[in-house]
């Protein structure tokens, strides 16, 4: 099971997990903000949370912050870190219309 911070907005959770996963956590108080930022919006991207990015994971939709969990966990997965193509089957699609 994945965790994900409420209070951390998606980008910052899947920074962390990759911060973690690569050893770089003792720095997690300096200024991190455009660390590991290519590899995140990669693992956003091929998770259909790009677009979602900014915003708090604690206002997520349920469904979205399963999605995010995934996020996570192939963020902090070494495997996945050198090939980030997107999955079939893991691409989300907001139908037109839905609330987030």
């Given amino acids: 099971m994945v965790n ?14 990759i911060l973690s996963r690569e050893r770089r956590t003792y720095r997690i108080f300096s200024a ?3 660390m590991a930022a290519d590899e995140v919006h990669s693992i956003l991207r091929s998770v259909g949370l790009y677009d979602r990015r900014d915003v708090e994971s604690d206002l997520l939709s349920h469904g979205d912050q399963k999605v995010l969990e995934i996020a996570v966990a192939l963020g ?3 495997s996945s870190s050198s090939s980030m193509s997107p999955r079939p089957g893991w691409r989300r699609r907001r139908r037109s219309g839905a609330s987030a």
Avoid: M, S
Avoid at 5 to 13: C, G, S, Y
């Fill in 4 to 17: 994900i911070f409420p209070r951390l907005t998606v980008f910052e959770n899947v920074q962390i997990a």
């Fill in 32 to 34: 991190v903000k455009g």
């Fill in 76 to 78: 902090g997965d070494r």
